[in-house]
């Protein structure tokens, strides 16, 4: 393997690899040797970069939730869109990130283990979808855009349902369509294609 000098490309490598192992082994099955042999490193090299397991495991998460969040959260804070089109830049961000991850996932999904190792990772992402869901049903009851709803519990709902649909191992067009569904029939509107 090529020698890394760059810091901030030798962090995402080690990411990368530690991503992988977790998802493949889960977090117990995962020892910083084997993360450090993945990259061509030795273990204190990785140690340097993240210190434990615990927190490199805790960047892997935070990582993933940025990706999928990132955008989520800069529609809520843009205020000159009315909720629908905040809504429809959402699916199209899901589309995005469905389209990135859903050959992964399919590897992951196809057995148990594979598939607690997933949702292990990907309850970061879930519970920040839930939190800015929220915030977004807030503002939409604000506005008279959405009707009123108990925004804590309909966000909560949501966001299961999303994480639902996106464990189905469905294409992403299918699984796109069911998220447009259900995020219209549960706020009680309608996003235009």
Do not use: W
């Not at 530690?18 to 993360?35: D, T």
């Not at 397991?53 to 843009?78: C, P």
């Not at 991850?101 to 399919?106: C, G, L, P, S, V």
């Not at 807030?138 to 309909?154: A, F, M, Q, S």
Request: aromatic content about 8%; charged content about 30%.
């Amino acid at each position: 393997m090529k020698r890394i000098n760059d810091t901030d490309k030798r962090k995402q490598q080690i990411l990368k690899e530690a991503e992988i192992l977790f998802l493949k082994y889960g977090y117990q099955g995962v020892c910083v040797e084997k993360i450090a042999q993945a990259c061509g490193l030795v273990k204190g090299t990785v140690l340097h970069y993240f210190e434990s397991k615990e927190k490199l495991f805790h960047e892997v998460l935070l990582a993933r939730r940025n990706l999928a969040l990132e955008y989520l959260q800069k529609e809520i804070d843009n205020g000159n869109e009315g909720i629908c089109e905040i809504l429809k830049n959402v699916i199209k961000g899901c589309y995005i990130q469905l389209a990135g991850t859903n050959e992964i996932a399919k590897d992951y999904l196809s057995t148990s283990m594979g598939k607690y190792n997933f949702n292990m990772m990907r309850l970061p992402i879930y519970e920040g979808i839930e939190q800015l869901l929220e915030k977004l049903i807030e503002r939409g009851i604000e506005t008279g855009e959405l009707p009123e709803i108990n925004p804590k519990l309909r966000a909560h709902t949501l966001a299961f349902a999303i994480f639902g649909i996106t464990n189905s191992g469905m294409s992403v067009d299918e699984m796109i369509d069911e998220i447009k569904l259900l995020i219209e029939k549960m706020l009680e509107i309608k996003i235009d294609e």
